[in-house]
C-alpha cells in the first residue's frame, strides 16, 4: 500500500536545476523542480541520518513527481500542443486569447501553433479557461578559476529559476516510509539542484499533507470511441527494445484490457533527451529520447473501456524512469477543442539591483553577452543545418564545384558591408541565370531540402529559393528559425544581446553563418552520378 504527500515549495535562492543540454559557456535550467531532483534531496537526507535508503526508495516503488509551478495558488501543468491560434494575435502576444486546437475539424487559416506558454492553470468554474505561465528565469556570469589553465579565469554563463517561485510536488511512497519522508519534508528547509556553495538551491517547503491519490488533472472513466492520452510529464517510452514516440497499441490494449479494435489515429507532440545526474560517480546517467511534455496521442477504440484499468493505468504511469517524475499522464474521452488563454500578470520590480553601471561597466556586459551569444548561435545553426539535410534532394550531374563558389563568396563576404555583398552576390546570381542552358540554375532549384513551417506543413526550400530569398529579405521557415534566434538573444538581469539597434544586423550576421555552415555540409554529401 502507498500513501501520498503533497507539499509546496519556495525557492529562496536561484534555482540552478541543470538540463542535458548545455555548451561550454552555458548552462541551462528547467522551469520547473524535475522529480529526480526531489529524489536526490530527500535520498540524500536519509542517508545523512540513518547511513543506508531503503531498496523500496531506490528501485522504482518510490515515485517523485515533477513539482509544477503554482499560479494564484493554483497548480500549473504542462500546456497541452497542438493548439493553433491566429497568427498576428499569438505573435502579439495579447492578453487574452482564444485557440483551437488541430484535431478539431475547423481551425481556420492564418493560424500558428501556440507556444507562448510553458504552463497553464485551468479555471476551477471554466475548464475551457486556462492562465498562462512561463517561469521566470535569471541568468549570472560566473568566473571558473578551478579548471583555468595558465591562470587563465574562464567566465561562463547559469541559468536559473528565480528566486520567489512557488511550486508544488508529490510523492508516492510505500507506507513502511512514509513517516520518514514526511520528517525530512517537515525540516522546512531544503536545498534543489546544484551550484549550492554559490548560493544557490536554497527552498522552504510548507503545506505538507497526506492526500489521497495524486491528481494533476483530472482523467476521463467513461471512454467509448475517442481516447487521447495527455502526458503531464515527459515520457521515456521504452518498449520492445526500443524508444517509441507514441504508446504502441499493443502496449495500450494490454495495459487497458481492450479486447477489440484500438487504432492509433495521430497526435502533436515534441521530442526531449532525458538523463539524470549521479553526484556519486559526477556524470550524467544513460540519455534516452523522451517524449516531451504536453503531447497529446489521439486513439480510437469501438468498445467500452474498464473504468478500474483507466485508474491503474494514470496511476502507475507508462514508460520507464517513471520514479524520477517520467510517464505521468491523463486519460481522456475528449479533449477542449477551443481555449481561452489569459496572461498572468508578473511583478517585474521584484528582485531587480539599485546598483548603478557606468557606461564602461555596460559595454563590458554587451560584449561578454555578445560572446556568449555568437558561441550559442554557432551551435543554434549546426543543429538547424543538420536536421536539414536530413531529408534532401540532389540533382544528378555535378554541383559540388558551384556550391564550393557560393561557399568561398560567403565566406568572404564577411568582410564586406551588407550592401556590397548583396550587390555582389546579386551580380553573380544574374551571370549564372544568363548562362546559356541555364543548367547550374536549374540544379540548385533541385537541390532542396524539407523543414517544417510554422502552420505544421512541411515545406520545400531549395538553394536557388534561399539565394533569392536572402536577397529580397523575404521570408522562409529556415529564416524565421534564424529570427527567433536572435529575437530570444542573450539575457542577464536587466541587459540584453541584441538589442532594439543591433537585431537587424544580429539577423543579417546568422544568415551569413547559415549560409557558410550550409554549404559546408553540402560539400561532405556524396554526388548523385
Not at 513517516?179 to 528547509?189: A, P, T
Not at 489521439?298 to 524512469?321: A, H, T
Not at 553601471?357 to 556568449?372: Q, R, T, W, Y
Request: charged share 30%; net charge neutral.
Amino acid at each position: 500500500m502507498y500513501k501520498y504527500l503533497q507539499f509546496d515549495i519556495e525557492a529562496l535562492d536561484n534555482l540552478k536545476l541543470g538540463k542535458f543540454e548545455r555548451d561550454a559557456n552555458n548552462e541551462y535550467t528547467y522551469s520547473y523542480i524535475p522529480g529526480s531532483v526531489v529524489k536526490g534531496a530527500v535520498v540524500w537526507d536519509i542517508a545523512s541520518k540513518k547511513g543506508e535508503v531503503p531498496t523500496e526508495i531506490l528501485n522504482g516503488d518510490t515515485i517523485f513527481y515533477n513539482a509544477y509551478p503554482l499560479i494564484n495558488d493554483m497548480p500549473a501543468i504542462p500546456m497541452m500542443q497542438g493548439y493553433v491560434g491566429d497568427k498576428q494575435e499569438i505573435r502579439g502576444n495579447k492578453e487574452t486569447i482564444t485557440i483551437k486546437h488541430s484535431f478539431s475539424a475547423d481551425i481556420g487559416e492564418n493560424v500558428i501553433p501556440y507556444r507562448n506558454y510553458e504552463f497553464v492553470a485551468v479555471d476551477k468554474d471554466d475548464p475551457s479557461k486556462v492562465y498562462g505561465y512561463n517561469t521566470p528565469k535569471t541568468e549570472n556570469l560566473h568566473i571558473n578559476k578551478k579548471d583555468s589553465k595558465d591562470n587563465d579565469t574562464k567566465i561562463f554563463r547559469y541559468e536559473a529559476i528565480k528566486k520567489g517561485e512557488f511550486f508544488r510536488g508529490y510523492i508516492r511512497v510505500n507506507e513502511k516510509y512514509a513517516d520518514d519522508v514526511m520528517e525530512i519534508l517537515k525540516n522546512e528547509i531544503m536545498y534543489f539542484g546544484g551550484s549550492r556553495g554559490s548560493g544557490y538551491g536554497k527552498c522552504r517547503i510548507s503545506n505538507i499533507k497526506y492526500i489521497s491519490q495524486v491528481c494533476q488533472y483530472e482523467s476521463d472513466f467513461d471512454i467509448k470511441k475517442d481516447l487521447y492520452i495527455y502526458f503531464l510529464s515527459d515520457a521515456i517510452l521504452y518498449y520492445n527494445g526500443k524508444v517509441n514516440t507514441y504508446i504502441p497499441v499493443n502496449i495500450l490494449k494490454e495495459k487497458l484490457d481492450i479486447k477489440g479494435k484500438c487504432e492509433y489515429i495521430d497526435s502533436y507532440s515534441g521530442l526531449n533527451m532525458s538523463a539524470t545526474y549521479n553526484s556519486l560517480y559526477n556524470t550524467n546517467t544513460v540519455c534516452y529520447t523522451a517524449v516531451s511534455k504536453g503531447t497529446v496521442l489521439k486513439y480510437q477504440v469501438e468498445e467500452e473501456i474498464n473504468p478500474e484499468k483507466i485508474k491503474e493505468l494514470v496511476n502507475s504511469g507508462v514508460g520507464i524512469r517513471k520514479e524520477d517524475g517520467n510517464g505521468q499522464i491523463a486519460v481522456l474521452g475528449k479533449i477542449q477543442d477551443t481555449l481561452t488563454v489569459l496572461k498572468k500578470d508578473k511583478d517585474e520590480d521584484k528582485g531587480k539591483s539599485n546598483v548603478k553601471l557606468e557606461n564602461e561597466d555596460k559595454k563590458l556586459i554587451n560584449n561578454i553577452l555578445k560572446n556568449i551569444f555568437i558561441k550559442r548561435s554557432d551551435l543554434e545553426v549546426k543543429r538547424l543545418v543538420l536536421s536539414l539535410i536530413k531529408e534532401k534532394d540532389t540533382p544528378k550531374g555535378s554541383l559540388q564545384s558551384q556550391i564550393g563558389k557560393l561557399l568561398n563568396i560567403f565566406e568572404n563576404g564577411v568582410y564586406k558591408s551588407e550592401e556590397e555583398f548583396i550587390e555582389h552576390l546579386k551580380n553573380y546570381l544574374g551571370h549564372i541565370q544568363d548562362r546559356r542552358g541555364k543548367e547550374i540554375w536549374q540544379r540548385l532549384n533541385k537541390y532542396s531540402v524539407y523543414c517544417s513551417t510554422s502552420e505544421y506543413k512541411i515545406e520545400r526550400i531549395s538553394i536557388q529559393k534561399m539565394l533569392l530569398d536572402f536577397l529580397e529579405n523575404n521570408k522562409n521557415p529556415i529564416f524565421e528559425a534564424l529570427e527567433n534566434i536572435q529575437r530570444e538573444g542573450i539575457r542577464v538581469g536587466g541587459f540584453k544581446f541584441p538589442n532594439e539597434n543591433e537585431g537587424k544586423k544580429v539577423l543579417y550576421d546568422l544568415k551569413m553563418k547559415f549560409f557558410i555552415v550550409f554549404f559546408e555540409y553540402c560539400i561532405r554529401t556524396k554526388e548523385v552520378k
